[in-house]
């Protein structure tokens, strides 16, 4: 395994057990969309994440040892950095640090491919994630208007974050 990507033997979690990282395939997209569509209120489509397969975007699926799907994240990698397009979590599985072993597996996969950043977007109203993206190490360095879907056919803005590589 290449310097700086996760060991999939040294992935263990108190409750979980053993746990794994997984490239996404075309066959995992309806557990994923499945995921998406619990998580968020505008989820991405299926076809966005068959483009993403489909450009060749880092994408991996984490796994317990029963091969349960239990989140998942997209990377685009560009010049020397990697953008964060989407990072899930299970509902059911959230709030017990897989997020962050999301985020570890993401940042080691972009160093690894000798990113120098990361960028990603978080919606203004998701303050959670902000915050979790804070204590990570990434920085506001923007924002974007009328960025995501919102509510009754309006728009919500971006924090536009980036993590030094």
Known sequence: MSAGVLPLSALSHPQLGHLQFVPM????LDAVVQI???VYSHPWSRGNFQDSLYSGYQAQTLRDAS???LGYFL???AVDEAHLLN???AAAYQHQGLGRMLLDQATAVARQQQMRTMLL????SNTHAAK????????EIGRRKNYYPAANQTREGAIVMS???
Request: charge should be negative; avoid cysteine.
């Open 25 to 28: 395939g075309a066959g995992d």
């Open 36 to 38: 998406e569509d619990a």
């Open 67 to 69: 091969g349960l799907l």
């Open 75 to 77: 990377v685009m990698l």
């Open 87 to 89: 990072i899930s979590v």
């Open 121 to 124: 977007e978080v919606r203004e």
């Open 132 to 139: 979790v993206y804070r204590r990570y190490g990434f920085t």
């Open 163 to 165: 993590l030094p590589l």
